[in-house]
């Protein structure tokens, strides 16, 4: 009989990649010391709002550990609700169209175990992040990858989905500012592909968790367009915006019958989210919205370099609308994403993560994350330009 402990992991886990970007960094981790400039992990590099702290740190005080409702702290539920329709022109009640999630994550996962069944398609846009493919192999369900292409800035559009769409499709999975691309989509896109949705009767999970880093236009929910609200999750939390990562908290808003369905998954597996984390995405509902503009005048700056930048060393780099992710296109150095990744960080000491981690068709690019000092990153645009013309000897 065999002794690897392997046999005992199931083959559709088995058959899972490891996060292209989790095994890129691993290589960073052990290059500790070595003055490397991370454009990788995409984490804002502003700590939590001290209010928002403080929040937390009260609330354990006053002995606040204990577990909240399964859908999450009433408190809490009725600021996003607020939040919500003051931001995105969409209602929700909060006794029983809102749930408390673990980061958006799990809300994405929450979503698809509670609405696929085994052999149910989801359609998704790429380049994605990265768990979204995996998310879907793993409630047993078959993904049809959407691409999006640099020369639409990455925006999704209501033909490539009809191109792609088969019957059966019963789920869509958006991303709008979209990690890696920043790409985002137009009114007149957005509503094309709402009505693509409503007349092959498709339920929308849609990921805005970089709408408050939009830089170009305004955004637009797709659950606020007509006939939207009852057919689509609108999923978001506090991780990017409010740079709260740590925290792991997000929440997912939807017609009560859906959202119930979410809160059966929730209660076997994570019961509830932290409580002291919802204390704290209380705080951030309710005061943050200052540090919120601060933080996103930041990232537009640095957006606005690390793209001029790229693009003057030859690395052609659309202007991203919303996110804190450029995404060049390396094809011109002759090398592969991962020949130019490792390349960079070997001789630069500057780390950025291919973009096949995100898809087929991110080939042929990289991500840089633009969360990080501004010195940081002209230092870093520097050191990429002197490996770009390195190249060239």
């Not at 009989?1 to 960094?25: N, Y």
């Not at 080939?363 to 994350?369: E, K, S």
Request: with cysteine.
């Amino acid at each position: 009989m065999s002794t690897d402990p392997k046999r005992w992991v199931a083959g559709h886990v088995a058959a899972l990649p490891k996060s292209g970007i989790r095994d890129f960094f691993e290589l960073v981790a052990k290059m500790k010391g070595q003055d490397v400039i991370s454009l990788g992990v995409g984490e804002p590099d502003f700590v939590t709002p001290w209010h928002v702290r403080e929040a937390a740190i009260f609330a354990l005080e006053r002995g606040k550990t204990y577990y909240t409702s399964n859908l999450g702290m009433i408190e809490l539920r009725r600021a996003i609700s607020t939040y919500v329709a003051e931001h995105f022109s969409v209602s929700y009640r909060p006794e029983d169209q809102v749930i408390v999630t673990v980061g958006v994550s799990e809300a994405i996962d929450l979503a698809l175990r509670a609405f696929c069944n085994p052999g149910d398609t989801v359609m998704f846009h790429q380049p994605c992040y990265v768990s979204y493919s995996p998310s879907v192999a793993l409630v047993h369900a078959q993904g049809i990858a959407v691409p999006t292409y640099a020369k639409d800035n990455f925006a999704l559009t209501a033909e490539a989905l009809r191109a792609a769409w088969k019957p059966g499709a019963k789920i869509l999975m958006l991303n709008l500012p979209c990690n890696p691309t920043g790409g985002t989509c137009s009114l007149e896109q957005l509503t094309k592909i709402a009505e693509f949705c409503r007349e092959k009767d498709l339920l929308v999970l849609s990921d805005e968790i970089y709408s408050e880093l939009t830089f170009d236009g305004v955004h637009t929910s797709i659950a606020s367009l007509p006939g939207m609200a009852e057919r689509t999750i609108f999923l978001h939390g506090f991780s990017k915006a409010f740079a709260m990562t740590g925290w792991r908290i997000g929440y997912a808003c939807g017609p009560a019958a859906l959202i119930d369905a979410m809160m059966k998954v929730h209660q076997y597996t994570m019961l509830c989210a932290s409580i002291v984390a919802q204390e704290a995405a209380l705080e951030a509902l309710t005061r943050g919205w200052d540090s919120v503009l601060k933080m996103r005048e930041q990232y537009h700056r640095r957006r606005d370099l690390i793209v001029r930048r790229f693009n003057e060393i030859g690395l052609t780099c659309h202007s991203p609308r919303g996110s804190f992710y450029a995404f060049p296109e390396i094809k011109s150095t002759g090398l592969t994403e991962k020949e130019f990744s490792f390349g960079l960080l070997e001789k630069e000491k500057v780390a950025v993560v291919p973009g096949a981690a995100f898809g087929e068709n991110g080939i042929g690019h990289v991500r840089a994350c633009f969360a990080t000092s501004y010195d940081q990153i002209i230092e870093a645009c520097n050191r990429t330009e002197r490996f770009v013309q390195g190249l060239k000897k």
